[in-house]
């Protein structure tokens, strides 16, 4: 295999993953940022990012010769055969992918970038944007490739190295064939497309994931009022191989730093061509629904007679959108949190990513504890709202005899009903009929 010289641009979770990654591959990357500070710390080999295997690759990229950071895309693109841009895409007040920072690299690197070289948009972008830089690089001697990113945190390392499919898109054959060597080392079916196909698959799939949560999220309602149970339906469902049993389990909502900018962006990019994508919108809307549904479930549960959670003090386990990351941007725990707060309710939460929570503040009236077991301390009710597989294994005794009520909402039925019940606690799941205490708590 011959290795590649290559330029990463943006040393988020995309950058810094496919930087390290692609050195791991054996090639010589070199990642940019515009924070100084940042850059050093990466030189270290200090990963501020929690990402299980990340900083492990990052050092042993470092230790090998092939990984370095550097300050600005300028330096980085001197000499590199192939350059990714990974630099953030927010959504704009249109809904639409805001590409200012990828306009501004563009820009940047223009005159810089070697003859036969290749530019690759590695961040999430919308259709028509490998057309957007082609005209802005104004050169016939640099190819345009897109090649959109399918990374899930907390298993991002994994799915870069072991991914289900490389979606490759270019007009220039030989571009597209140079961005499929860089993948050599990785099992994986490359699926070679035009750029703009390969910008909506992107799109068309975070928003199907999100679809498909939201349908499950609705049947769970469903099942809680005709006595069914969530479980049991989405195991018989998912052995349909039309189905899949992937994105079946029902949760608080979903969240994160890409299905609800992707759901939005893809209505942004179908209404500017004036088409009307109601089953994405509905989506979003009926993710909504279950966020406000929970934080009603959990007042009907924990607050007084007429429900009101004016001074009921509330512990919540896990902050972040889903566990195995540090990640606050649009969690639904936090959704949910805002709304008890909202309610009147006293709040007292534990995460164990908090030490290294940076991406966003908490909002105002979360006191966060160390210990998951203080969080019930007081509580009129117990709230898990991020699956963390540690909070399985707690001390529902210790759990029992702190909480002013004994009642726990599991909102991703991540818990074992039987042994909170053991320890005098009434289990309430989502789309499932609650489990009471046992009458003897041992």
């Known amino acids: 295999m011959h290795r590649h ?7 988020g979770y995309v950058g810094l993953t496919a930087g390290a990654c692609l050195a791991q591959l054996g090639h010589r990357v070199v990642c940019a940022d515009l924070d100084p500070v940042k850059v050093a710390e990466l030189n270290r080999g200090d990963v501020r990012i929690l990402e299980e295997g990340l900083p492990e690759l990052v050092r042993a990229g470092l230790d090998a010769g092939r990984l370095r950071f550097v300050i600005g895309a300028a330096d980085a693109v001197r000499g590199a055969r192939t350059v990714f841009i990974c630099v953030g895409t927010p959504t704009g007040p249109d809904g639409r992918a805001d590409l200012t920072a990828v306009d501004a690299v563009v820009e940047e690197i223009r005159p810089l970038l070697e003859p036969d070289s290749v530019l690759v948009t590695k961040s999430t972008v919308p259709v028509g944007t490998a057309a957007r830089i082609t005209a802005a690089l104004g050169r016939t001697d640099v190819g345009v490739v897109s090649n959109p990113e399918f990374l899930r945190e907390g298993t991002s390392v994994s799915d870069f190295l072991q991914p289900d499919r490389v979606v490759i898109g270019s007009a220039s054959p030989w571009a597209a064939a140079q961005v499929a060597e860089l993948y050599a080392g990785v099992d994986a079916p490359v699926v070679l497309a035009d750029a703009a196909s390969a910008e909506v698959v992107k799109y068309a799939a975070n928003c199907f ?88 479930k959990i007042s009907r549960l924990c607050g007084g007679t007429d429900g009101s959670l004016a001074g009921v003090r509330i512990g919540l386990l896990g902050l972040t959108f889903k566990a195995g990351t540090d990640d606050l941007r649009d969690s639904p725990a936090l959704a949910i949190a805002t709304e008890l707060a909202r309610r009147g309710a006293e709040l007292t939460a534990h995460d164990p990513a908090v030490p290294v929570i940076r991406h966003a503040e908490l909002p105002a009236g979360i006191t966060v504890v160390d210990d998951p077991h203080q969080a019930a301390n007081g509580a009129s009710g117990l709230v898990l709202c991020t699956e963390w597989p540690h909070y399985r294994g707690l001390d529902w005794t210790r759990v029992a005899a702190g909480l002013h009520r004994p009642v726990v909402v599991d909102t991703r039925n991540h818990l074992d009903p039987r042994a909170l019940s053991a320890a005098g606690l009434a289990w309430h799941g989502t789309g499932t009929s609650p489990v009471e205490p046992a009458l003897t708590p041992v």
């Not at 005709?226 to 998912?238: E, S, Y």
């Open 5 to 11: 010289t290559i330029a990463v641009i943006g040393t």
């Open 209 to 296: 994931l999100a679809v498909k949560l939201s349908y499950v999220n609705t049947l769970a309602e469903l099942c809680e009022q005709v006595g069914a149970d969530i479980g049991r339906v989405t195991a018989a469902l998912g052995q349909d191989h039309r189905v899949g049993g992937a994105f079946l389990r029902p949760g608080p909502g979903w969240g994160g730093s890409c299905l609800p900018k992707d759901t939005r962006a893809l209505l942004g990019t179908a209404d500017s061509f004036g088409i009307d994508f109601p089953l994405v919108r509905a989506a979003i809307d009926t993710n909504a629904h279950q966020q406000t549904r929970i934080a009603a």
